[in-house]
């Protein structure tokens, strides 16, 4: 038990009484308004045993005001001490204005939920109309981004093409008919949808082709197109979260559907999605967005590996999905050295379900349950027989009730528990932290394990436990991003020489364009737009960003704009610490292995200060230092005119990996070639985090450049004493400090 001296008491209570004096002075407005505030916890007065009776206290006295008018009185709604310290209430402008005032008071601002942008990801990377990449790419007009897919719902809201200028004239693709789908499906917005099914048929004799055409029935492709650069759509939500405007992050760049994914399980074969990637080089595409890739296959029996090859050589950016098979080291899929492999992050929004116990305890948790706003005193139910809720039968004592129960799949145990009836769930979880429950028909919240014990011990301790949950949306939620657990992690199976992934973007819970008769993740609930998550959904933001540098920057090659997209991702969340890892053990911060460089920052990439530039010949090069055949290496380069001299595993790259469990020698060097893309006369100096157990050493320091596109060398020496795995980085800072060129450092002592 904490002493507290009289003093230190007496202190408390006059500040308190003062405070409460204050609040009713300003408490006879009638119009009233819902506010978010946020509270500075540290100055809570020790005579508070916990933040929801200081919030509370606070309020007392104006209630006490009004005693028989509870509408012209504060109304305490719900308190909070996990996405952030503050409470919900509802105030006259004149009690807002005395409560700015009170010790401890960091912000308000009136719950706007309702308002919010859909996606929120532009918001979220600070996508602007005032200044940045936008404004400098015009939002990528008339740039045209190749989906490979599933298909698309031309009829979308997100597919029309109001505002749209008229299609490049170096736009040499078509908009193919077929079943329920015509040319007249396209516009000036969604400019071409081709279908590949000949892998499909060729394997499969006799199939017969469901929805032979570029109509997507899956919803995956109109998801992903929509996120990339779907047009402004009004008043989207997906039952009531996240209500707003929808838009891509490349408003105004050009949309072509690829359709090589075929449904209910005829087949995603390499050889049609290896033909619809190179129809849209040759339709004339500038940026590709594939959210699909091959697992354990070498670079050259990879039909993406093989085609983005051929995309880089025209200058194309090809944006490609890490894969879901986190959070095991060596996951990743598309670790491929001439693209850009994208993981997925979470958000600064949260689907909250907020607990409200009996005892007018609250507990803050993560849902997304459909059709349903709040659950109201309802029976709360905890029985150690039942916590594993993997029995409908034993579950039906809950019946009417909202059940605890201990994640075993959250998934399966929301099956049972609808055959059940209960009328509710609480999961406990160790991945609560920002957890992707995804949308669920039975109302569901999933809360930590730091906070099972109060409810746990709320229900021991009374006869007739209640519980009222209310789902909300909630906006600017820390520590955000983490790295999503599903996200896959490096090194690459395919070319672990080369540090993957390069970057991450969104993922969790992405709302975007859906197919109006598809199936969602829960069954029965169809919808126009949908919340979907995975790197499948980061892609897309990264090809968005893609198409934005390619309207800014129209001269750089696709290696300059994924230099620039890498060395300015921000490695640290927005409580400025370094990001976490949902997939560690105890939401440690995250490594290069799970996120690459951090997360996309578009108006940053549109600076770098410095890029790390890549030729072709280059990439051949680093082909030729393998064990490839000469066969080999040709099927990925088509060409013979490439030549083999002077093979070199050491690519130009834009991050370091050092891997000492193969090799005799402790010592690995790095030579790097940077390129000034910045006006005026520079410096830059080198800031070294040297990963633990390592000596780095970069010659020269300091870097000088007099005029635009001047080019300066560095080596970059590492020295392990044979550690399992640690990171760091090296930084170049201009000397104006406006530009710092961020590369992670890997390095491995084992095999891994």
């Known amino acids: 038990m904490a002493i507290v001296s009289r003093a230190t008491l007496s202190f408390d209570l006059i500040l308190l009484s003062w405070l409460l004096l204050t609040l009713h002075l300003g408490s006879t407005s009638a119009d009233r308004s819902t506010y978010i505030v946020h509270m500075d916890k540290s100055v809570m007065p020790k005579a508070f045993a916990n933040h929801h009776t200081w919030y509370s206290?606070?309020?007392?006295?104006?209630?006490?005001?009004?005693?028989?008018?509870?509408?012209?009185?504060?109304?305490?709604?719900?308190?909070?001490?996990?996405?952030?310290?503050?409470?919900?209430?509802?105030?006259?402008?004149?009690?807002?204005?005395?409560?700015?005032?009170?010790?401890?008071?960091?912000?308000?601002?009136?719950?706007?939920?309702?308002?919010?942008?859909?996606?929120?990801?532009?918001?979220?990377?600070?996508?602007?109309p005032v200044n940045g990449i936008w404004p400098a790419s015009n939002y990528g007009e008339d740039v045209i981004i190749g989906l490979i897919d599933t298909g698309v719902w031309p009829e979308s809201d997100s597919f029309k093409d109001d505002g749209m200028t008229?299609?490049?004239?170096?736009?040499?693709?078509?908009?193919?008919?077929?079943?329920?789908?015509?040319?007249?499906?396209?516009?000036?917005?969604?400019?071409?949808?081709?279908?590949?099914?000949?892998?499909?048929?060729?394997?499969?004799?006799?199939?017969?082709?469901?929805?032979?055409?570029?109509?997507?029935?899956?919803?995956?492709?109109?998801?992903?197109?929509?996120?990339?650069?779907?047009?402004y759509v009004k008043n989207v939500s997906y039952y009531g979260y996240a209500k707003g405007t929808a838009r891509g992050v490349a408003p105004a760049a050009r949309l072509a559907m690829y359709k090589v994914l075929w449904e209910n399980g005829q087949g995603r074969y390499a050889s049609d999605v290896l033909a619809g990637m190179d129809q849209a080089i040759a339709d004339g595409v500038d940026v590709i967005s594939i959210s699909m890739g091959f697992d354990e296959v070498p670079l050259y029996?990879?039909?993406?590996?093989?085609?983005?090859?051929?995309?880089?050589?025209?200058?194309?950016?090809?944006?490609?999905?890490?894969?879901?098979?986190?959070?095991?080291?060596?996951?990743?899929?598309?670790?491929?050295?001439?693209?850009?492999?994208?993981?997925?992050?979470?958000?600064?929004?949260?689907?909250?379900?907020?607990?409200?116990?009996?005892?007018?305890?609250?507990?803050?948790?993560?849902?997304?349950?459909?059709?349903?706003?709040?659950?109201?005193?309802?029976?709360?139910?905890?029985?150690?027989?039942?916590?594993?809720?993997?029995?409908?039968?034993?579950?039906?004592?809950?019946?009417?009730?909202?059940?605890?129960?201990?994640?075993?799949?959250?998934?399966?145990?929301?099956?049972?528990?609808?055959?059940?009836?209960?009328?509710?769930?609480?999961?406990?979880?160790?991945?609560?932290?920002?957890?992707?429950?995804?949308?669920?028909?039975?109302?569901?919240?999933?809360?930590?394990?730091?906070?099972?014990?109060?409810?746990?011990?709320?229900?021991?301790?009374?006869?007739?436990?209640?519980?009222?949950?209310?789902?909300?949306?909630?906006?600017?939620?820390?520590?955000?991003p983490t790295v999503a657990s599903y996200t896959s992690r490096g090194p690459s199976p395919s070319y672990p020489g080369i540090l993957k992934p390069d970057l991450m973007a969104p993922g969790s819970n992405v709302l975007a364009a859906w197919i109006p008769d598809g199936t969602?993740?829960?069954?029965?609930?169809?919808?126009?737009?949908?919340?979907?998550?995975?790197?499948?959904?980061?892609?897309?933001?990264?090809?968005?960003?893609?198409?934005?540098?390619?309207?800014?920057?129209?001269?750089?090659?696709?290696?300059?704009?994924?230099?620039?997209?890498?060395?300015t991702a921000n490695p640290l969340d927005n409580t400025n610490n370094p990001i976490k890892d949902e997939g560690s053990e105890n939401f440690d911060p995250a490594n290069p292995l799970a996120m690459g460089s951090g997360q996309v920052d578009p108006n940053k990439a549109l600076d770098p200060g410095l890029v790390y530039d890549v030729g072709t010949q280059d990439y051949v090069s680093l082909l030729c230092s393998t064990n490839y055949t000469r066969e080999q290496i040709l099927t990925i380069t088509r060409s013979s005119a490439y030549n083999c001299s002077?093979?070199?595993?050491?690519?130009?790259?834009?991050?370091?990996?050092?891997?000492?469990?193969?090799s005799s020698s402790n010592v690995k060097e790095f030579r790097r070639t940077v390129t000034y893309v910045g006006d005026g006369p520079s410096t830059y100096k080198a800031k070294l985090t040297a990963p633990k157990g390592s000596q780095v050493r970069v010659v020269p320091d300091t870097l000088v450049f007099n005029e635009k596109y001047e080019k300066q060398s560095f080596v970059l020496s590492v020295k392990s004493r044979k550690v399992k795995i640690s990171y760091g980085s090296l930084v170049w800072v201009d000397d104006g400090e406006k530009h710092t060129v961020r590369s992670p450092i890997v390095i491995s002592g084992i095999v891994i």
Request: charged share 15%; aromatic share 8%; hydrophobic share 40%.
């Open 57 to 128: 206290a606070i309020l007392e006295s104006v209630t006490a005001a009004s005693p028989t008018t509870s509408d012209a009185t504060p109304k305490l709604l719900y308190t909070y001490d996990n996405a952030f310290h503050g409470f919900s209430v509802v105030l006259s402008p004149d009690e807002l204005q005395t409560l700015k005032s009170s010790p401890g008071f960091v912000s308000a601002y009136a719950d706007k939920t309702a308002k919010v942008d859909t996606t929120h990801t532009f918001e979220y990377l600070s996508l602007n």
């Open 166 to 231: 008229e299609i490049p004239a170096r736009w040499k693709g078509v908009c193919e008919s077929g079943e329920q789908f015509n040319s007249s499906n396209c516009n000036k917005k969604l400019i071409g949808a081709r279908k590949f099914n000949k892998g499909v048929i060729g394997a499969n004799p006799g199939v017969n082709i469901t929805m032979n055409s570029p109509r997507d029935i899956e919803g995956h492709g109109s998801h992903t197109s929509s996120t990339a650069a779907g047009n």
């Open 301 to 480: 029996e990879d039909p993406i590996a093989i085609a983005a090859f051929a995309a880089m050589e025209k200058g194309v950016v090809v944006s490609s999905s890490a894969g879901n098979a986190g959070p095991s080291l060596s996951s990743l899929h598309n670790g491929i050295p001439w693209l850009l492999t994208v993981a997925a992050s979470t958000i600064d929004r949260q689907f909250a379900g907020i607990l409200t116990l009996g005892n007018e305890k609250t507990i803050f948790g993560s849902s997304l349950s459909v059709g349903v706003a709040e659950l109201v005193n309802m029976p709360l139910v905890y029985d150690e027989a039942l916590s594993e809720c993997n029995s409908s039968v034993l579950l039906s004592k809950a019946k009417n009730s909202v059940v605890i129960c201990q994640d075993n799949g959250i998934y399966n145990q929301i099956d049972l528990l609808i055959r059940a009836k209960v009328a509710g769930a609480i999961f406990i979880s160790k991945y609560s932290q920002s957890f992707d429950i995804g949308s669920s028909p039975l109302p569901a919240v999933v809360i930590n394990q730091v906070e099972a014990p109060i409810m746990i011990n709320y229900v021991k301790d009374n006869s007739s436990p209640t519980v009222t949950i209310l789902f909300q949306t909630i906006l600017g939620t820390k520590p955000a």
């Open 520 to 567: 969602t993740a829960s069954p029965n609930l169809n919808h126009n737009y949908i919340m979907a998550s995975g790197t499948s959904m980061a892609c897309p933001h990264a090809a968005g960003v893609a198409a934005l540098m390619k309207g800014a920057h129209p001269e750089w090659s696709a290696a300059a704009i994924r230099s620039a997209m890498m060395t």
């Open 646 to 662: 002077n093979p070199s595993s050491d690519l130009n790259y834009p991050s370091f990996i050092a891997l000492f469990g193969n």
